[in-house]
């Protein structure tokens, strides 16, 4: 149970890849017949004192642990029991590994780490196909996380809107810090298993609100159907366009198509917004071999960089935008490669109200789409 099988096109996470957990069991399968995992990330740099209050023991403690015993080639050794002398094969039982009991082991883990703050649990899938690729956890998530542990003060009490959030961990990480995250992306069962996160980490949430809601960036509204679990209510429309500051968004530039649709989706909501905002943009630049320019190339980040460029460049329409890269020299907090290729990018509207005061929420401005047109 614990194999990936991969196909054609099948994508894996490095970060999965490169660092498995010490337990890394299935823990269910999803509607789509995904096998689903639950991995721990552990934010770096707890104080002693913390990590005493939690466990009841210190760092310094930890050479008293018992650990298990290594052979000569490191592996474990284990002793194994004696065979039956009286038969010619030692009796052998399959153990299958029930649902039931699997839920069980998790509801310990829960209970032993529900009161440490420094300990996220994600749910998520591996090894998926390009289009789920938002159920797995990817480096631009943990660098956006990173940063924003960095700026505390920054979004400390803040609103927030994350767009393609994934499994949610961005959006687990803002919550501690911000008053409200809007936790959004497209698609029932990868909601499902991101409000199936939300509640593995209340603990790490504490009082600030997260609300996990449907966002497609392909349809002009925000769904507001009121038998849907992740719908929008009128209320929470208005509460986001009052008092929203920040939208962030971490490895969602895969396809161009979904790139030019996230662009408009940004362009749409930050002119509607009664505040400034903000906006911060995390991605890895991939290399990829292609058959077209029998080279190395970065067809997605190519295209990323080139909205981001469209989008520095209006000037005529209701909004304009500067756009900066941010440097990351920032602190560490969870335990990946930080690559060179992973960026983050800083958005900053520029408002000009007398041109148009207060347009209808989704409206059609023709310079931004005649500019993607031209893409």
Same mark, same amino acid.
């Given at each position: 149970?614990?194999?990936?099988?991969?196909?054609?096109?099948?994508?894996?996470?490095?970060?999965?890849?490169?660092?498995?957990?010490?337990?890394?069991?299935?823990?269910?399968?999803?509607?789509?017949?995904?096998?689903?995992?639950?991995?721990?990330?552990?934010?770096?740099?707890?104080?002693?004192?913390?990590?005493?209050?939690?466990?009841?023991?210190?760092?310094?403690?930890?050479?008293?642990?018992?650990?298990?015993?290594?052979?000569?080639?490191?592996?474990?050794?284990?002793?194994?029991?004696?065979?039956?002398?009286?038969?010619?094969?030692?009796?052998?039982?399959?153990?299958?590994?029930?649902?039931?009991?699997?839920?069980?082991? =998790?509801?310990?883990?829960?209970?032993?780490?529900?009161?440490?703050?420094?300990?996220?649990? !994600?749910?998520?899938?591996?090894?998926?196909?390009?289009?789920?690729?938002?159920?797995?956890?990817?480096?631009?998530?943990?660098?956006?996380?990173?940063?924003?542990?960095?700026?505390?003060?920054?979004?400390?009490?803040?609103?927030?809107?994350?767009?393609?959030?994934?499994?949610?961990?961005?959006?687990?990480?803002?919550?501690?810090?911000?008053?409200?995250?809007?936790?959004?992306?497209?698609?029932?069962?990868?909601?499902?298993?991101?409000?199936?996160?939300?509640? /593995?980490?209340?603990?790490?949430?504490?009082?600030?609100?997260?609300?996990?809601?449907?966002?497609?960036?392909?349809?002009?509204?925000?769904?507001?159907?009121?038998?849907?679990?992740?719908?929008?209510?009128?209320?929470?429309? !208005?509460?986001?366009?009052? =008092?929203?500051?920040?939208?962030?968004?971490?490895?969602?530039?895969?396809?161009?198509?979904?790139?030019?649709?996230?662009?408009?989706?940004?362009?749409?909501?930050?002119?509607?917004?009664?505040?400034?905002?903000?906006?911060?943009?995390?991605?890895?630049?991939?290399?990829?071999?292609?058959?077209?320019?029998?080279?190395?190339?970065?067809?997605?980040?190519?295209?990323?960089?080139?909205? /981001?460029?469209?989008?520095?460049?209006?000037? =005529?329409?209701?909004?304009?935008?500067?756009?900066?890269?941010?440097?990351?020299?920032?602190?560490?907090?969870?335990?990946?490669?930080?690559?060179?290729?992973?960026?983050?990018?800083?958005?900053?509207?520029?408002?000009?109200?007398?041109?148009?005061?207060?347009?209808?929420?989704?409206?059609?401005?023709?310079?931004?789409?005649?500019?993607?047109?031209?893409?």
């Amino acid at each position: 149970m614990d194999q990936v099988t991969m196909r054609s096109d099948t994508v894996l996470s490095d970060v999965h890849l490169l660092l498995p957990n010490a337990r890394h069991l299935m823990t269910r399968l999803n509607s789509a017949g995904q096998a689903v995992f639950v991995s721990k990330f552990r934010i770096l740099g707890v104080e002693e004192e913390q990590v005493e209050a939690h466990w009841g023991r210190s760092p310094k403690d930890e050479a008293t642990i018992e650990h298990p015993l290594l052979d000569d080639d490191g592996d474990l050794d284990v002793e194994r029991r004696p065979m039956d002398v009286a038969s010619d094969r030692d009796s052998v039982h399959p153990v299958i590994l029930s649902l039931a009991a699997e839920v069980k082991s =998790n509801e310990d883990d829960v209970d032993e780490e529900s009161s440490i703050k420094n300990v996220i649990r !994600v749910e998520h899938t591996m090894a998926t196909p390009l289009e789920d690729v938002g159920k797995q956890v990817w480096r631009g998530a943990l660098l956006l996380s990173d940063f924003i542990l960095s700026q505390h003060a920054v979004f400390q009490g803040a609103t927030v809107l994350e767009l393609g959030a994934g499994t949610g961990l961005t959006s687990i990480v803002m919550a501690s810090v911000a008053k409200m995250v809007y936790c959004t992306d497209a698609g029932e069962d990868l909601l499902s298993m991101c409000q199936r996160n939300v509640s /593995l980490n209340k603990h790490f949430i504490a009082e600030h609100g997260l609300k996990v809601r449907q966002l497609d960036w392909t349809t002009d509204d925000f769904p507001s159907d009121v038998d849907s679990e992740f719908g929008w209510s009128e209320d929470e429309v !208005v509460q986001l366009h009052d =008092n929203a500051r920040f939208l962030i968004a971490a490895d969602v530039c895969y396809d161009d198509d979904l790139t030019d649709a996230l662009f408009r989706t940004l362009y749409q909501i930050t002119s509607n917004l009664h505040n400034p905002s903000t906006t911060y943009f995390c991605l890895e630049k991939r290399l990829n071999f292609t058959l077209r320019h029998l080279d190395v190339s970065c067809e997605a980040y190519d295209h990323f960089r080139h909205c /981001l460029d469209q989008l520095a460049s209006l000037s =005529n329409g209701r909004m304009r935008f500067t756009v900066t890269p941010v440097l990351c020299s920032f602190p560490q907090f969870f335990e990946y490669e930080r690559v060179d290729q992973l960026e983050l990018w800083k958005v900053s509207p520029l408002l000009d109200r007398r041109q148009n005061p207060r347009p209808p929420f989704w409206s059609q401005d023709p310079v931004f789409v005649l500019s993607l047109g031209q893409l």
